[in-house]
């Protein structure tokens, strides 16, 4: 069971952050700001915001808006 967590956990990781960068990237100021070389740059490999040790604190409740996340259906509802 802990290998299959050691193998979603990065490919997890890794979609949240792409999301990430797709939302900074997406507002004009943040993206102008940047140069081409800055772009060539990116990369969704960090961890630095994982706290991987430590408590955890989730609301399983609430979605993140991340990638049109919110704007997405409920889960059962086909609309």
């Given at each position: 069971?802990?290998?299959?967590?050691?193998?979603?956990?990065?490919?997890?990781?890794?979609?949240?952050?792409?999301?990430?960068?797709?939302?900074?990237?997406?507002?004009?100021?943040?993206?102008?700001?940047?140069?081409?070389?800055?772009?060539?740059?990116?990369?969704p490999?960090?961890?630095?915001?994982?706290?991987?040790?430590?408590?955890?604190?989730?609301?399983?409740?609430?979605r993140?808006?991340?990638?049109?996340?919110?704007?997405?259906?409920?889960a059962?509802?086909?609309?």
């Open positions: 069971m802990s290998v299959l967590c050691l193998r979603i956990f990065p490919a997890a990781l890794v979609c949240i952050n792409t999301l990430m960068l797709q939302d900074v990237l997406a507002d004009p100021e943040c993206a102008e700001l940047l140069k081409p070389a800055d772009r060539r740059g990116l990369t490999l960090f961890w630095q915001h994982v706290q991987p040790h430590g408590e955890v604190r989730l609301d399983v409740a609430k993140l808006s991340l990638g049109g996340a919110a704007q997405a259906p409920e059962g509802n086909p609309d």
